[in-house]
């Protein structure tokens, strides 16, 4: 295989040479007209700029410049939904005279003065590039080469960026929170697909408070003094936890911005900027929890009430300490059927037979993890679990484990919890200790139990031990039973102190 051609060692007079030997040592005698045009593109992309004092460029940074610019991919002209690439207008030698973007501005006297501009359209969907002199007239036919390559270049960035122009319907205008917002949500582009249908909603839900609030601000004049305005009045209109979710996902909304930023010069980057170094009170986390004795009397009423799967999936999350989704799963909008016909509702996440093997082992994949952590279980340590288990006859052990006594199906969410509040309230639980509270019941016997942090945390799929200790709601009988260590370890150091030389001969 042939070696490429080593690049020619370019050498010029002096450390700032003017624009006339640069373009001669660069683009040769027959292209150095091209130089002018060549050079206010490059200077968007780092060329070093004319030194007013010395009258040229610096040369070591320009030929660090051209070897970063042979790696860079320089846009190629694309075409897209909101602009057209140019017509050619090819002269005899065959060079594009097509100027794409250049206006003339007549000045006092009849002086024209020549500028490239974006399209309007373009511009107001946020393309950050401006207006550029074009120096020059296109009547004269030396200065027209240059000119055309000017526009050519520009028109070619601007080409490059319109693919990357949002379509998204909204009611806001382009450069408003309530249009960033849309798009985020919406567009063509958007990072909610890859999110769970639950996570999905609960964003929608804080988009449109967020909307609601401050749709036609636009986003460079957001502040943080604003951003806390808005924190006091939701946390006032409505709670702290929305008050605080509202801010979380402005958090993820401006780091999107930064994402479809073309510059750095584009507000996304300052709000950012503003937000990460703002803080805000947590709400606090739920302190209730239903114990061993108050689950055992809800899985009685399940059962006189003719509801064996709701006993079933309380024993499931109480056992295992499963969160609900991984037990009844959830029913998702649907994706097109193998013909393109839509399917209206599918079901996902909830636990079915071929996830418990012949030996009883349960390898359950998380909800919360997407699928990344397995929940596993031996449910033979799970007695009255694995008997409710086994109850169920071996030719209907297929699909989903917990299914409505009525359609033969996995339960809705809506129905399921409206079945589960009925049944708790029969078996006397208070109406602040909720159905999402089993699992904390279950990681906090483990902890009264004595059951190992690191154990507990295997237990719960969790990969932080600060996520398994929001879970803990045992304070009083684990700080009782430190108490009762130290007492004994008082009383045994009591009894030592008092033991007379002749006790301690006895006892030896």
Known sequence: MAKPLPAPALAPSCLYPSERELALLILGKERAHQWPAFAIVE?????????????????????????????????????????TAWEPALDASGVDLATPGL?????????????????PRLSRAGCPMKSVRVLGDTKNARDLPGMAAICQRLQAELLAWAPNAETTKSRFAPGTLGYLCDTYESGTDSPTRELRHS????????????????????????????????????RAERSHRDAYGCVQVLRIVANFGTECAVSKDDPCFFLTEVLKRMEFEQPKGRTVRPTFEM???LIEEARASEAPSVALACMLQFELSLRPKDVIGEWVPGRAGEKGAPVSKRWEW?????????NWILRKPTSKSNGRLIAEHDLRHHPALLVALESVPADQRKGAIVINEKTRLPYRKAYFSKR??????????????????????????????????????????????????????????????????????????????????????GQS
């Open 295 to 297: 689950v055992n009397k």
């Open 350 to 358: 909830g636990l079915t037979w071929d996830q418990i093997d012949k």
């Open 43 to 83: 200077e968007r992309h780092g060329l070093p700029p004319i030194d007013q004092l010395l009258g040229g460029r610096y040369w070591p940074e320009v030929e660090v410049h051209l070897k970063r610019r042979s790696a860079r991919v320089v846009p190629a002209a694309t075409l897209s939904h909101r602009a």
């Open 103 to 119: 206006h003339g501005q007549i000045r006092p006297g009849g002086r024209i003065d020549y500028y490239w501009r974006p399209s």
């Open 199 to 234: 996570t999905q909603k609960s964003y929608a839900r804080f988009l449109r408070l967020l909307t609601t609030r401050a749709g036609d601000q636009k986003i460079s004049g957001i502040t943080g003094r604003m951003i806390r305005g808005w924190f006091a009045e939701w």
């Open 420 to 505: 589960f509040r009925e049944l708790a309230d029969k078996a006397g639980w208070p109406k602040n200790i909720w159905n999402m509270d089993t699992r904390a019941g279950a990681i906090s016997e483990a902890f009264e139990a004595g059951a190992t942090s690191e154990d507990i945390m295997k237990l719960a799929t969790h990969t932080q031990i600060s996520t398994t200790m929001g879970y803990n709601r045992g304070a009083v009988v684990q700080s009782s039973r430190v108490a009762q260590l130290r007492s004994a370890k008082r009383n045994s150091a009591s009894a030592s102190a008092e033991m007379t030389p002749e006790d301690a001969d």
